[in-house]
């Protein structure tokens, strides 16, 4: 069947530190592959995406490149804030209707 | 402001008892989908709607839930005699066009059954 498993939380990182969350994927198809981002007290909200092999998602300093090879889609920023203390969600999206399918989350708290 | 909107924000039911929340999605947008969240896990897809037509619904969602969208507008989802086990946020979001273009997420409706 089709799914993503991430990395498991909470990562505890100081402030300006580099960030990776590690994301792969199983999938029938060639999907779409995305990073949503869920803020304390908001909705998910698109971070990046790329739609196929080798392609790089960027947004807001964080980038995640689509690596077909190895089936993963990795999410990393090279110098993180507190403001982006948040739980991310990896997903995939296949041809069908655009139903997403995420990960488990991995809760991310930066520290000053 | 006209994102995704959902409502009530907050439910807390009897076991037992039916509920229904409702869903309206950014206007225009013709994909409608309801997911559901359980404490330290990923969205779980529900069902899915394109204008007014269901077009897929999950194994998760048993008999006891339903899902309509009257007009292609807002949408409803009815769980009936609801469980324990139904406690959860069910999220709704929406998307426009076909593809992959992106899909915009509601604050959900926490749903607890005690």
């Known amino acids: 069947g089709n799914s993503v498993t991430q990395m498991e939380g909470p990562v505890t990182l100081s402030e300006e530190a580099f960030l990776t969350i590690n994301c792969t994927y199983t999938a029938t198809g060639y999907p779409s592959l995305f990073w949503y981002v869920q803020y304390p007290g908001e909705g998910l909200q698109l971070l990046l995406k790329?739609?196929?092999?080798?392609d790089k998602g960027s947004n807001k300093g964080f980038e995640a490149t689509y690596r077909k090879e190895t089936t993963s889609f990795h999410l990393e920023k090279g110098s993180v804030q507190v403001s982006d203390s948040a739980v991310y969600f990896c997903?995939?999206?296949?041809?069908?209707?655009?139903?997403?399918?995420f990960g488990q989350g991995t809760e991310l708290s930066v520290k000053p | 402001d006209t994102g995704v909107s959902q409502d009530p924000r907050h439910k807390i039911t009897k076991r037992g008892q039916n509920v229904t929340f409702r869903c309206d999605p950014i206007s225009e947008h013709n994909r409608l989908y309801w997911y559901r969240q359980t404490l330290g896990q990923g969205p779980e897809f529900l069902t899915y709607?394109?204008?007014?037509?269901?077009?897929?619904k999950s194994r998760l969602l048993s008999d006891r839930f339903s899902a309509e969208r009257p007009k292609g507008s807002f949408s409803t989802l009815e769980i009936q005699r609801t469980e324990q086990g139904d406690s959860a946020m069910y999220l709704c979001a929406s998307r426009a066009g076909q593809g992959f273009t992106e899909a915009f997420f509601g604050q959900g409706t926490r749903l607890t059954v005690v």
């Open positions: 709607f394109q204008n007014e037509a269901q077009l897929e």
């Open positions: 790329a739609t196929k092999a080798d």
């Open positions: 997903a995939l999206s296949l041809n069908q209707g655009g139903k997403l399918i």
